[in-house]
């Protein structure tokens, strides 16, 4: 089955202590992002990445890295987290040929920093 | 940059009714996509609806439809029927051909009254 693949689904953690949130899809797409979710924000992207080893900055990166060492994952960092990091996660993917290719979301995280 | 508004944080309706949610944006561009996303309590983010710009034809999926005002830069959903299943979050989101990025809108929020 053609997926996003996001874990954890749920993360409580305490401000400082490094976490990584994973994603891997299976449908061998380039293009993969990071988004946040926050009541009346709607979805910001932190960053995306258009293939392996190329990876750019979105609209709101501060306090976060990733990586893009293979096609199918795309993982998060959170270095130092800090309570207004607090937010829904999501990874999605997308092939890049096709004009009209759709965005496969993963499942979220709930991300919780104390 | 491009902009997306949804100007109605809530909305309600009686099940077996229409109900038209509005999204407005904005760009300097003549051609891109527009989506509708449903977001129901699970956080699974759902494509409803995508339009082309270029296309004069209003998209439609079987009880959802758009109303895409080209010049007036409006892309209305309408759901037919209400169920109680269409509960859930909907996003509006702006897609330049330029680039892979999706400009999102704060959601609203739909509740179906049995």
């Known amino acids: 089955e053609a997926q996003v693949t996001q874990n954890p689904r749920y993360l409580i953690t305490v401000t400082g202590k490094k976490l990584t949130v994973t994603c891997s899809q299976n449908?061998?797409?380039?293009?993969m992002s990071w988004y946040r979710q926050d009541p009346g924000l709607g979805l910001r992207q932190i960053y995306y990445s258009m293939n392996v080893e190329v990876t750019d900055k979105g609209d709101v990166p501060e306090g976060y890295k990733v990586s893009r060492k293979e096609k199918r994952n795309f993982p998060l960092i959170l270095e130092s987290p800090s309570p207004n990091q607090t937010s829904l996660y999501f990874c999605?993917?997308?092939?890049?040929?096709?004009?009209?290719?759709?965005?496969?979301f993963g499942n979220g995280t709930r991300l919780t920093v104390t | 940059a491009q902009t997306v508004t949804q100007s109605q944080p809530e909305m309600s309706v009686q099940e077996a009714e229409t109900v038209t949610l509005s999204c407005t944006y904005d760009t300097s561009e003549s051609d891109y996509y527009l989506f509708w996303y449903k977001q129901p309590p699970s956080r699974q983010m759902i494509l409803v609806i995508r339009q082309e710009a270029y296309k004069q034809q209003n998209a439609t999926e079987n009880r959802f439809s758009v109303n895409f005002q080209k010049a007036a830069k409006s892309f209305s959903l309408k759901i037919s029927d209400s169920q109680l299943g269409d509960a859930a979050m909907y996003f509006c989101a702006y897609r330049s051909l330029s680039n892979y990025q999706l400009i999102w809108g704060a959601g609203t929020k739909l509740i179906i009254k049995p």
């Open positions: 449908m061998n797409h380039e293009y």
């Open positions: 999605a993917s997308r092939a890049r040929t096709g004009r009209n290719s759709p965005l496969h």
